[in-house]
């Protein structure tokens, strides 16, 4: 492996090991970890240029999806927070239909 193709490799382990830290749910933070571990340790190794290629452009999309799912989840606790009703009339749900 190329000296820039294991730094880039190495830094997107990195990445995809912070960002899963972020998991609000102990159950699915420690599988994240579990699981990119195993997969970087599986196939660490490879030495075909195209299939290090193809793995490094799959663990990219992984990381673009922890990165939504635990935004994502933030997000739509605001969102929830943001769409109760007013409660200002003494009735709590007088806003709605």
Known sequence: MAASSRAQVLDLYRAMLRESKHFSAYNYRTYAVRRIRDAFRENKNVRDPVEIQTLVNKA?????????????AAQGTALRRKSRAPQSSGKPWAAWP
Do not use: A, E, F, N
Not at 60 to 72: A, M, T, V
């Open 60 to 72: 990219k999309r992984d990381l673009g999806i922890i990165r939504r799912q635990h935004s994502g």
